[in-house]
């Protein structure tokens, strides 16, 4: 391991603001959605977030084979072409990685170091996985499906190939898929070329790219990104909850535009509309709140379809920005099931669901100078 890597292992606790190298190195390799994205249904395919754990695995797929097995009656080998010939299914399904707004956090876990924007809403193409299964003919005493994929790496010291389990009860809905295409063309490698798994509802780690195998095992699995990873924990010893369906939230399309460095948004004083999107993997967001006074006081926002039963629902607001001076704009996503995100940090070790409302700091009035574009360069 290099130098960069023995300084701090992933789970350290950092008190200091600024971004560590090994945070950084893990940024530039997985990119968020940009916020301005929030305005697509579906989001364009290199818009949409990224989590690549290891490498990204280069596949062949003229050789490519799916293996199905386990504790199962008839062990299967499907090629690609084999799994593109069964019954196809799309379905817009928004993913959101279980570690969004983990950097906001105090102190910050060390991992992948993301604000608020690790999600995006693909329309997946492939077959279902509930008739795979029942043609491998499952065996009584089933218990965990594993999903394997192709990448290897070492993580909490382990050698593994990445890895992740669902209940047979889970692995048998209707919704879970095995992916083939993205937005209507074939997976690229970053999304898990040639076959991934799609589990609506749940948060990103729950769906294996580079699928390289099925096993129906009869004991709960032990892997480590399933039994050590992704639990909410507060302390050590705390055996913690697993991490598994999405919770709510609601994101902004910041108004007006950008501050190069700082973000910061300038507006001019009038009426804007903002929009926005709002998801949850529980249960249909029922309502959006914003606020412009950083959570005082809220406003109900105009909530539009959803894209699908397991996509984001658009909401807008006409925002009265008429008065000069400094906002903390904010949303906030309710689902039916009551899930509502909190105003502050949900703090954990691993930095896992923290879904506190999104605040984006607004000036509204003269602060942009009447420059031609070519002052600005
Ligand atoms: N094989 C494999 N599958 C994986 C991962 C990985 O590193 N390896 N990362 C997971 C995580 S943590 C997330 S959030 C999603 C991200 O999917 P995307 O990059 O297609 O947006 O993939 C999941 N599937
Ligand atoms: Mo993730």
Redesign the pocket.
Known sequence: MNEVGRSRPAGTLLTSVDITPDELQLAVR?HSMPLEALRYDITPVGL???????DIPMVDASTYELSVGGHVRNRLQLSLDALMARPSATLAVT?????NGRARLQPRPMSQPWLSE?V?T?EWTGTPLAPILKDADVRDGARDVVFT???RGVQGGVDQ????SLSIADAMRDEVLLAYA?NGRPLPP???FPL??IVPGW?????????RSITVIDRPFAGYQQARAYHRRTSDGDSGVPVARILPRALMVPPGVPDFMSRTRFLEPATHLIEGRAWSGRAPIVSVDFSSDGGVSWATAKLQDPVSTFGWRGWTLPWDATRAGEYELCARAIDAAGNAQPLDQSWNLEGVENNAVQRVRVVVGAAIDQQTPADLL
């Open positions: 997985n949409h977030y990224l989590l690549i754990h290891f993913l959101e990685c279980a570690g690790a995006g693909a994929g192709l990448d190939h990445y890895e992740r993205i970053q999304h898990g991934r798994l948060y990103g780690m729950t769906h294996v790219k580079w699928l």
